[in-house]
């Protein structure tokens, strides 16, 4: 019997594009041997969507969703997605929503699909920031994208530079403030900003990909500049010291068979200052072949040094391990002459990042096929854990919860730690 796939891609994202561009990709090259391929379209605002139609890309240039099914994903007992049509959910309003997640989904015609496991194509926020892996984690469904952990600090430039700090690896130098900030007290954060890095620097939203809202400022009129753009996209901003003439370099992590495996490292020919979202995307889509980060000018094997090639692909795979990654990455390198940094991990990256194995000898189906394998052996490693202990707490408190009281965890402080705000990155406590 085939494996039913759920792909699920677009949401409430600046990435939604680049994600359909992804997903249809990863579809199209599913084994239909192996599996039945269910679309899963999450709209701009937040709605779901399933039906094959979602498989034509000219589909979304006017999209009609009276076409096909709109659906809600409910949790079932038999670890499958199960994905509900609205309108049997819709006459009984909140209620009958809250009845269906509660009465175990013994729903019988009324289910559209069940799917086996799920391939997330998400880009951005809304999808490959943790937020749909919580639900999936909490639906008990197999998927082959990492986990929470790794998913929200792959989001998060801020948190992720910090915990490469934190792993030993190079970073450029950087600091970040929040919208609030900028918006109480601008000359106060452009001090901060240049004590903290010299010109050129690099502002960036804190949680977006695909270089959307990134600026480069050469000077204060320009630093302002890109600020604004920044605190257009996100609530917090990460200012990096800038390289004069950077070179990137990018590698792919996959597990294949329990082995963590490094792709080959690429060289993007492009690169000038930096990827803009139209050299990723855009370029050469007028012949044909712009099917996301597939049809960008690239140089693989990258022409560095063996040596340097082997330190990169260590570090992909050091880290790969530390976030307790699942699936398929890409990380972003930038040299600086001969310094080395580590800048992003791409946690579901553009295409998949197919075209990095494709010389090593797997396909991009043999690399979804990896994919699921290990989503299932992922799924089920997380279910030898105990998720239930006999405790006394709520017998005890059966004559009153004022009793509980004094139970507190903690005091209710972290240890007497203080959490900080904004600040260096890797810099003093509290950071």
Known sequence: MKLRVAVIYGSRTCEHDVSIVSALQAMDNLDKNEYDVVPVYIARDGQWYTGQLLRNIAFYSAFRPQLVNHVAPVMSDDGKLTLMPVSSIAPHGFKGMIKVLMSNMNLGEDTVEKCDVVLPVMHGMNGEDGTLQGLLELFNVPYTSS???????GMDKIAMKQFFRGCGLPVVDGMWFSRAEWQENREG????VEASC????YVKPANLGSSIG????TDRESLIKAIETAVEYDRRILVERGIEKPVEINCSALRIKGEVRASLCEMPASWEEFLTFDDKYLRGSKSGKGQGMESLARKVPAPISDEL???IRQMTQQVYRAMDCKGVVRIDYMLDGDDLYINEINIIPGSLAFYLWEPLGISFKDMLDCMIEDAFAAHAEKNRSVFSYDSSILRSVQGGLKG???GKLGGGKLG???LGGSGKLGGRPGV
């Open 147 to 153: 986990g929470v952990l790794g998913s929200a600090l």
């Open 189 to 192: 954060v452009l001090a901060r």
């Open 198 to 201: 010299r010109y050129p620097m």
């Open 214 to 217: 990134i600026s480069r400022a």
């Open 309 to 311: 090639t082997a330190r």
């Open 404 to 406: 509980a009281k004094g």
């Open 416 to 418: 007497g730690a203080k």
